[in-house]
């Protein structure tokens, strides 16, 4: 089996920003990375303000220590539906992210 480490092109060019997803998008991004068996590290919110420009959350979900990758799918998943809301963008990380 062949494991890309790139994301799919169509996945890619729905990024808001370089790697940020709004919420449909990063669970996509989570299917693709539990279905091509990249180690998930976590997640990062950012949030726009009122100017239009974006500011990073400190709230963000490490899972670095986390050795079992289906757990740690699932709780980005929860991560990602808990922290959703307006104005709100992701961004997965995973091992070897480019």
């Excluded at 494991?3 to 449909?24: G, H, N, Q, T, V």
């Excluded at 693709?32 to 974006?54: M, N, Y």
């Excluded at 490490?62 to 992701?90: C, I, P, S």
């Amino acid at each position: 089996m062949v494991i890309s480490k790139e994301l799919p092109a169509d996945l890619a060019a729905k990024a808001e920003r370089r790697s940020w997803y709004r919420r449909s998008d990063a669970d996509r991004v989570l299917d693709w990375i539990e279905e091509s068996g990249q180690r998930f590290l976590g997640v990062d919110v950012a949030q726009k303000q009122a100017d239009g420009t974006w500011i990073l959350i400190d709230e963000g979900l490490d899972l670095h220590r986390q050795t079992e990758n289906f757990e740690a799918v699932r709780r980005g998943r929860q991560f990602v539906d808990e922290y959703d809301g307006n104005g709100r963008m992701f961004a997965p990380v995973w091992q070897d992210r480019g």
